[in-house]
């Protein structure tokens, strides 16, 4: 079992930066896929970036250029760092983990075991 916790989501004007953490605890593998899904309002899950093994990072389009992801190992976790924000960014943001994922599977949220509750980013216009 893997347990998820976010952290960092909050209120930000458009054009600001957040960052975004995650931290990872219980039975962590040595290789694993990390990343970030967010859920507009009405919306379905999409991904907003993923780290794979060999820390090779994927990016949804819409955030390609302006958010970076990066592994945090003192929290077995992973970072995301987003900048020039804007009020389309505003959504839900999952963490999520998987130990047995295929490169093509990055993006498909159903693919990963484990999530967290999620963190509120609201950009503001």
């Known amino acids: 079992q893997v347990h998820l916790v976010e952290s960092g989501g909050g209120l930000v004007q458009a054009g600001g930066s957040l960052r975004l953490s995650c931290a990872a605890s219980g039975r962590i593998s040595s290789s694993t896929t990390m990343g970030w899904f967010r859920q507009p309002p009405g919306k379905e899950r999409e991904l907003v970036a993923a780290?794979?093994?060999?820390?090779?990072?994927f990016y949804g389009d819409s955030v390609r250029g302006r958010f970076t992801i990066s592994r945090d190992r003192s929290k077995n976790g992973v970072m995301l760092e987003m900048t020039s924000l804007k009020p389309e960014d505003t959504a839900i943001y999952y963490c999520?983990?998987?130990?047995?994922?295929?490169?093509?599977?990055?993006?498909?949220?159903?693919?990963?075991?484990?999530w967290g509750q999620g963190t509120q980013v609201t950009v503001s216009s």
């Open positions: 780290i794979f093994r060999m820390n090779r990072a």
């Open positions: 999520a983990y998987d130990e047995r994922l295929i490169m093509s599977s990055v993006r498909l949220p159903d693919q990963y075991d484990y």
